[in-house]
């Protein structure tokens, strides 16, 4: 079971990035999704969540607007394009799978990634 995120990388603040994460060894269509991030020094947070199904979004306030969560059932994948980066996005973001459980709680996610680094320059 394994879950790979990538396309992270180094963007100017204000422009764009998409994130994907890529699950295998999971029947990846009955696990909702979601995306999380931790800066040094910080703890890990929630950023934007998609159910199983594709239909049903929540995202944090400091990604209302500017991220779009979404995925591909037929490919095992999900994305977050982020838009509109501000230097505080910067941090590791990690993709996470759960099957229930309050979803912007890190304890409801039971499969995780290894996450990928987005780097904000001003």
């Known amino acids: 079971v394994q879950l790979q995120a990538s396309g992270g990388g180094l963007v100017q603040a204000g422009g764009s990035l998409r994130l994907s994460c890529a699950g295998s060894?999971?029947?990846?269509?009955?696990?909702?999704m979601g995306w999380f991030r931790q800066a040094p020094g910080k703890e890990r947070e929630f950023v934007a969540f998609i159910r199983w199904s594709g239909r049903g979004t929540v995202y944090a306030d400091s990604a209302k607007g500017r991220f779009t969560i979404a995925r591909d059932n037929d490919k095992n994948t999900v994305d977050l394009q982020m838009n509109s980066v501000k230097p505080e996005d910067a941090a590791l973001y990690f993709c996470?799978?759960?099957?229930?459980?309050?979803?912007?709680?890190?304890?409801?996610?039971?499969?995780w990634g290894q996450g990928t680094q987005v780097t904000v320059s001003s």
């Open positions: 060894g999971l029947t990846f269509s009955r696990y909702n």
């Open positions: 996470a799978a759960s099957l229930g459980g309050r979803v912007t709680d890190t304890v409801s996610y039971s499969i």
